[in-house]
T-cell receptor, first 111, second 115 residues
Framework: GQSLEQPSEVTAVEGAIVQINCTYQ??????LSWYQQHDGGAPTFLSY????GLEETGRFSSFLSRSDSYGYLLLQELQMKDSASYFC????????????FGQGTELSVKP | ETGVTQSPTHLIKTRGQQVTLRCSSQ?????VSWYQQALGQGPQFIFQ???????GRGNFPPRFSGLQFPNYSSELNVNALELDDSALYLC??????????????FGPGTRLTVL
């Protein structure tokens, strides 16, 4: 089967740095994506890693290690508006790029 | 550029009924995917349509069916509703084979409650 594991909850304070880990077991792995979702609204794309290493996009960075089937999302200079659910998702190229999501990590940013 | 829209936003049905949810894809996108998201869970892939043909299906029974129209709008139909079908239904559009990691653009979803 295919599965992704990530922590259910993370709490941090404004201005801090937080790391959300994701381990996966999938077949036909093409890459790891991260999505943000506020209060059951539309998930929005944050980043994507196809190759090992770090991808940086502003305050957000994402890392992938294919040999360890592991990735993480790093959020720096946390702001209150970053409070949301964060999902890792594998990209399956054998079926038109369907996304297989993890259970999600609820991030709470405290003042 | 118009984003992905879905209708209705909320819907209440009773067990055994049928429901049709609608999605309008983002301009220029030729692929639409549907996901079911139960409360506190990640979205689960239902199926994807590309150029009006089903292009992959997740682990959902045949009572979940879909259509994609020439203007790339889409419908999700669910027959014989069950209580467990209560969820947020998300539509996502993309251009197959393009974008970063097949980035998908999600609509705001339809919240379906089955009583």
């Amino acid at each position: 089967g295919q599965s992704l594991e990530q922590p259910s909850e993370v709490t941090a304070v404004e201005g801090a740095i937080v790391q959300i880990n994701c381990t996966y077991q999938t077949s036909g792995f093409y890459g790891l994506s991260w999505y943000q979702q506020h209060d059951g609204g539309a998930p929005t794309f944050l980043s994507y890693n196809a190759l090992d290493g770090l991808e940086e996009t502003g305050r957000f960075s994402s890392f992938l290690s294919r040999s360890d089937s592991y990735g993480y999302l790093l959020l720096q200079e946390l702001q209150m508006k970053d409070s949301a659910s964060y999902f890792c998702a594998t990209v399956g190229g054998n079926q038109g790029g369907k996304l297989i999501f993890g259970q999600g990590t609820e991030l709470s940013v405290k003042p | 550029e118009t984003g992905v829209t879905q209708s209705p936003t909320h819907l209440i049905k009773t067990r055994g009924q049928q429901v049709t949810l609608r999605c309008s894809s983002q301009s220029g996108h030729n692929t639409v995917s549907w996901y079911q998201q139960a409360l506190g869970q990640g979205p689960q892939f239902i199926f994807q349509y590309y150029r009006e043909e089903e292009n992959g299906r997740g682990n959902f029974p045949p009572r979940f069916s879909g259509l994609q129209f020439p203007n790339y709008s889409s419908e999700l139909n669910v027959n014989a509703l069950e209580l467990d079908d209560s969820a947020l239904y998300l539509c996502a559009s993309s251009r197959l084979g393009q974008g970063i990691g097949n980035e998908q653009f999600f609509g705001p979803g339809t919240r379906l409650t089955v009583l």
